[in-house]
């Protein structure tokens, strides 16, 4: 009885330590910059029809997955892409596409098959409507209120961008099955492949950025990009 309850407290201890090592070696891979490249072995998300700003052959690709509903993704609109557009885009060095995430439930969808549509129909005029739906975000504090709806999708559409057909825009958003749910699904797939752990996730060349707002790290990945890429 002595030696078996010997037994089993080993095995628990012995348990609990292998536990620990394999905490702490988690722990350390999270820490370290190689786990950065998580991305990595997957190599760089297919942009294909996705909307892309920029020079087609900028040696540099920025894939960024966003929500419409996410505060996070609006800050970074306003705080990081401005600087990214002005530095790299507009330079030629870099070019920037976008890809959907759904991580606030149905109003994420709505948006995600809004911007699907107008890119559809109006792709010139894509980034304006996709700004337009950033600023008509609530405050932080009230993002989670319901805001993302047909009409609102139809109203910043018609201001925004000039070749939508507000008619098509709604029957894309009402009906089921419309072709442009295959484009939202789509974009669902990068997000599980790609493991995406947050919004907005940044990637640069296959690079998961840790932080989305480390604009030193940002300069950094596009400048080696460029170079290795020239
Ligand atoms: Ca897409």
Redesign the pocket.
């Known amino acids: 009885m002595k030696n078996s309850k010997k037994i089993v407290i080993s095995t628990l201890i012995l348990f609990a330590a292998i536990v620990g090592i394999v905490l702490f070696l988690n722990k350390e891979d999270e820490e370290t910059p190689e786990t950065q490249q998580a991305a990595g072995s997957k190599g760089h998300p297919s942009i294909e029809?996705?909307?892309t700003l920029g020079e087609a052959e900028a040696s540099v690709s920025i894939v960024e997955f966003g929500d419409y509903k996410c505060p996070s993704c609006k800050q970074w609109g306003e705080v990081v892409y401005p600087k990214l557009v002005k530095d790299y885009i507009d330079t030629g060095k870099a070019k920037f596409s976008?890809?959907?995430v759904l991580f606030h439930g149905e109003e994420s969808v709505l948006a995600?098959l809004a911007?699907?549509s107008v890119?559809k129909q109006d792709p010139e005029n894509f980034w304006a409507f996709h700004k337009a739906v950033f600023n008509a975000q609530p405050a932080t504090q009230e993002h989670d209120n319901p805001w993302v709806t047909i009409d609102k999708m139809k109203e910043i559409a018609a201001a925004t961008t000039p070749n939508v057909d507000l008619a098509k825009l709604e029957s894309d958003l009402n009906t089921e099955g419309t072709p442009l749910a295959g484009?939202?699904s789509?974009?669902d797939g990068l997000v599980q492949e790609y493991n995406v752990p947050f919004t907005p996730t940044i990637i640069i060349d296959g690079v998961m950025l840790e932080d989305p707002f480390d604009y030193e790290k940002i300069t950094s990945l596009i400048e080696k990009g460029a170079k290795t890429n020239e």
């Open positions: 029809g996705q909307p976008y890809i959907n995600a911007s699907e890119y484009e939202v789509k974009d």
